[in-house]
Structures are given as structure tokens and as C-alpha cells.
């Protein structure tokens, strides 16, 4: 069972590490190999430790837990863009775990947040 709890500092590693190992699989050929052949999991790190040190009413995101293991995240700048609302900056699962309905439930969990925040907003998320 997917359980879902609010983002916060000492969720870092785990993100990071998803975050590198996502990048890598996925940005080969967009991004420079030297940048994602280095050390990543660092680079990583500290921008989650900046962006979760700086969390806010309109700054904010979930783990996704199967049992004791994280599993996924989600983060979203609240009231982003006066157009089109929310930015959801991240949504990462777990290759081997995509296709189970673990990011649909991160998103309704967001989606819920942010109809709190801005009813009258949407979300939006960019995609390379």
C-alpha cells in the first residue's frame, strides 16, 4: 500500500538519489554527459536542501512510501504563473514501480493542496 507523507529535510538523500538517477536516464543526449556523469547526487543535494529549507504555504510536496520504502516524490511551486497556477517542478517514481498508479495518487494529493491554495487555478507541469 502507497502511503503518502509532506515532504521534509531528512527526505534529501532519497531525493537526490531519485532525482540524479532520473535525470540520467532521461536527459542522456538533452543535457551534457560530463554534468550527469559527475556527481550529480551532490549537485542534487544541495538544491534540495536550498528548496526545503525554504518551504512555505506555497512551496511544498510528498513522498510516496511502500511500507518503509520511498518510493516516489512530487513538489510544487503553489500559485506559480497567473495564467496557468501551480508548477508541479517535480514528479519522480521508481522505474521498476511506474504503470501502479503511484504518481496519479501524488497528483491527486497535490491536486487537492493546490485547490485549497487557488481554487480557481490549474497546474502545470514541463516536460523536455
Same mark, same amino acid.
Given at each position: 500500500?502507497?502511503?503518502?507523507? #509532506? ?6 538523500? =532519497? *531525493? /537526490? @538519489? ?7 536516464? !532521461?536527459?542522456r543526449g538533452i543535457l551534457q554527459d560530463e554534468f550527469l556523469d559527475g556527481d550529480l547526487i551532490a549537485n542534487r543535494e544541495a538544491l534540495w536542501h536550498k528548496r526545503l529549507? #525554504? ?6 510536496? =510528498? *513522498? /510516496? @512510501? ?7 516524490? !512530487? ?37 487537492? @493542496? ?15
Amino acid at each position: 500500500m502507497i502511503e503518502l507523507h #509532506e515532504i521534509r529535510q531528512s527526505d534529501v538523500p =532519497f *531525493i /537526490a @538519489r531519485m532525482h540524479a538517477d532520473s535525470w540520467r536516464s !532521461v536527459y542522456r543526449g538533452i543535457l551534457q554527459d560530463e554534468f550527469l556523469d559527475g556527481d550529480l547526487i551532490a549537485n542534487r543535494e544541495a538544491l534540495w536542501h536550498k528548496r526545503l529549507a #525554504e518551504l512555505s504555504d506555497l512551496t511544498f510536496g =510528498f *513522498i /510516496a @512510501r511502500q511500507g518503509d520504502e520511498p518510493v516516489g516524490f !512530487v513538489f510544487v511551486y503553489g500559485k506559480h504563473h497567473e495564467e496557468w497556477g501551480s508548477l508541479i517542478e517535480n514528479l519522480h517514481v521508481q522505474p521498476n514501480l511506474k504503470g501502479q498508479g503511484i504518481g496519479r495518487r501524488m497528483l491527486a494529493a497535490i491536486g487537492e @493542496r493546490c485547490n485549497v491554495l487557488a481554487p480557481d487555478a490549474g497546474m502545470y507541469l514541463h516536460v523536455y
